[in-house]
């Protein structure tokens, strides 16, 4: 980015600003708060300092996030368009994007966040009253196009030869007539779509909204899910989010006190396992690839009911997504406790987003597990004996319970469940 950024801009939910201002606060101290309205924040960067690279990812409810360029507010469309061309000349992006922000909570008289016929109408006006680029002085890579700039469908935030190409022309629609103007690095995939938008459509045979979810959630995370693999979803009824990972060809275990939609039931790649989870033998667990778990409990019950999961011995996902309620804004604060603890189980790479489809919720994916070594117990007497002493008398095998002597053979001892 330029080196005379002074501002960023993020967007979120209507709802999460101040979640993101407290995230803010901790994430990046030297941004100072400037200017908001619903959906959309600006920051001052404090003199003299800088930012780390991955700022932005690193905040949980920034939906995006660049440098902030200025705000237009012309009279006519022509004047706004001249003025958004006038603030991007010194950026050498190969990409527009053009988006509205929030006009309401997600969810509110069915609100759904994302682009607009007004956006989509702004991003081809400004495309069509681009200045024409001299192909002597601009960069190699604006040269690439006649226009110097693709719109944003030109990515379809897969597309890998968009990697070469490092900004992208941000132009947020905050009013009709009110446009910000700014730039952004295109690091992840998520910074490759429009307001990090979700381009998920949800399908006419979708039974809940939860394929949006799902769909975006594994977009962003990059899990490798492969076709013929087993997901277990906790939490899985009535089943769009089952649905949608049937369309992809894994195998899924629906996890569940409540009813199935009979679309899912009638698909032989389901097994409705109809319990709560902690009724079901933890051995159904063993062999799964993937676990996603979406119920309507507050964090720490969700963390609790996928702990005593992960836990057992022989259980060994590639990677876990979770849905956690912010049933009080207030949990937003204790975000980063949440993924410390998720850590704790032998998880290495944690990481957090509100998805552009999560309601008062937010999404985490985590990966990369190695056992954690066994904490030795603890409490008074309670020193782990040498090999050696842990022998029994009865069987003289370790792992069995001193002086108990115990016909048969020893079992392994079980984790306690926590839900
Ligand atoms: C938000 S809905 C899940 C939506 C679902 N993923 C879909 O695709 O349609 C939450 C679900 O969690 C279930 N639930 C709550 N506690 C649970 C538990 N301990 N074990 C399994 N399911 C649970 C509820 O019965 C409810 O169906």
Request: hydrophobic share 45%.
């Given at each position: 980015m330029p080196e005379s950024a002074l501002f960023v801009y993020v967007t979120c939910q209507v709802g999460a600003e101040p979640a993101l201002k407290n995230e803010v606060a901790r994430v990046c101290p030297a941004l100072r708060f400037a200017f908001s309205r619903p959906g959309f924040l600006t920051f001052k960067l404090a003199p003299h300092a800088s930012l780390p690279e991955n700022w932005s990812d690193r905040l949980v409810f920034a939906r995006a996030a660049g440098q902030c360029l200025g705000k237009v507010q012309g009279t006519t469309p022509e004047n706004r368009a001249r003025t958004v061309w006038e603030l991007l000349t010194p950026v050498p992006a190969t990409e527009l994007h053009v988006w509205p922000r929030d006009r309401y909570t997600p969810g509110y008289r069915d609100y759904e966040p994302g682009l607009t016929a007004e956006s989509q109408e702004i991003e081809r006006f400004l495309l069509s009253q681009r200045p024409a680029v001299s192909t002597e002085s601009a960069p190699a890579e604006v040269q690439e196009s006649p226009a110097g700039l693709r719109p944003a469908g030109a990515a379809d935030g897969t597309n890998p030869s968009v990697s070469e190409t490092p900004l992208v022309a941000d132009v947020i629609v905050v009013e009709p007539e009110e446009w910000w103007v700014g730039c952004h690095k295109l690091q992840t995939r998520v910074s490759r779509l429009p307001g990090g938008l979700s381009t998920a459509q949800l399908p006419e045979t979708a039974v809940s909204r939860a394929w949006l979810k799902m769909e975006e959630a594994v977009n962003w995370s990059a899990f490798p899910l492969e076709a013929g693999q087993t997901v277990v979803e906790i939490g899985s009824a009535p089943g769009g989010a089952s649905q949608y990972l049937l369309s992809r060809g894994l195998k899924v275990i629906g996890v569940d006190p409540a009813e199935m939609a009979p679309a899912v039931l009638a698909d032989p790649q389901f097994r409705h396992i109809r319990k709560r989870s902690k009724e079901v033998p933890r051995s159904e667990f063993i062999?799964?690839?993937?676990?996603?778990?979406?119920?309507?409990?507050?964090?720490?019950?969700?963390?609790?009911?996928?702990?005593?999961?992960?836990?057992?011995?022989?259980?060994?996902?590639?990677?876990?997504?979770?849905?956690?309620?912010?049933?009080?804004?207030?949990?937003?604060?204790?975000i980063p406790k949440f993924l410390s603890r998720i850590r704790s189980w032998g998880f290495r790479d944690v990481t957090a987003r509100q998805l552009h489809h999560n309601r008062q919720e937010i999404c985490v994916a985590a990966t990369g597990f190695k056992a954690p070594k066994p904490h030795p117990p603890s409490g008074a007497g309670a020193r782990r004996p040498s090999a050696s002493k842990s022998k029994t008398r009865s069987t003289g095998k370790p792992g069995s319970r001193p002086g108990k002597p115990r016909a048969g053979r020893p079992r392994p001892a079980k984790p306690k469940p926590q839900d």
């Open positions: 062999g799964v690839d993937w676990l996603t778990c979406d119920v309507n409990l507050p964090p720490n019950y969700t963390l609790d009911t996928v702990k005593a999961i992960v836990a057992h011995p022989g259980v060994r996902f590639k990677g876990l997504l979770l849905t956690l309620k912010l049933v009080e804004w207030s949990l937003a604060d204790e």
